[in-house]
């Protein structure tokens, strides 16, 4: 005898959570088995407690069994954006605890050595400049630098092989660095509080005359609190070594009165070649 599956029965079953698939052909008795090459009917589950809370989805009649669905393959996984190397800027090498609290000084740089290679000896002897630069290793470069460099050459120093300068940095200047990379200063500054490296800078360069650029600077230096309109044209002693006192060409470029500076500013490279000159 068999059972006939009409669509009340059906629904129940489906709503016991038990599924049956049944061919196209015929209604499926229960307990027949399929004519040859029909499809293989699922024998139904008998309902029990632990069947799924949620019924499996419907399936038409006469569909075969599902295929295993193929294995999707795993999304590439992108490694994270790297992030831009960033490029030393000058001053980084480790600077002293106490930079923070004292001035630093770079070391001597000579400006012209091609100078050097056609120079026999250096008229009038060596040059010494102090100042402040973003650009302690390549003080020429930039507005501040070629300003620097025309008043020099003016003078007659681009041809001597001896014209060494040294930057200054203030007490706790983090901006230097910054600048310095930006303006493409890229080698490490070796730092070392002002004291200590001016002695050794001035043993290694033996300098006829020291030009001290800029009222800070001078005042820094010498030890001083006056202006630079009262520094300058006036013969300062450094360790022994006349020294002269002029405007940081930084404020040439800045000042209303660029006129007025500016030949101020020759004046004092005169008098300050004169000073090595009766040295």
Known sequence: MSLQLDPRRL????????????????????????????????????AAAHLPAVPPPERDAGAQAPKAAAPVPAAPVR???????????????????????????????CLYPQAAQTAAQAEGGPWLILLESTNPTTPL?????QLLDKMLQALGLHTHPQVWLAVLQRPGNSALPLAAGLAGSLAPVDWLPLPRRLESTLAQVQ??????????????VLQRSEPVGQLRQQRHLLHGIPAA?????????RTAQPRHYKGQTWADLQFAARLGREG
Do not use: C, H, N
Request: charged share 10%; net charge positive.
């Open 79 to 109: 490694p994270a954006p790297s992030r831009p190397v960033a490029v030393t800027p000058a001053a980084s090498l480790p600077v002293p605890a106490e930079a923070a609290t004292v001035w630093q000084l770079a070391p001597a740089v």
């Open 11 to 46: 629904a129940m079953l489906q709503a016991m959570g038990i599924t049956l698939w049944v061919p196209e052909s015929a209604p499926v008795a229960v307990g027949a088995r399929p004519a040859a090459g029909a499809a293989e009917p699922t024998p139904a589950r008998p």
């Open 141 to 145: 470069v930039g507005a501040v630098g």
């Open 245 to 253: 006192v002029s405007y940081d060409p930084s404020f040439l470029l």
């Open 207 to 220: 300098p006829a005359r020291v030009l001290l650029l800029g009222q800070k600077v001078a005042q820094t």
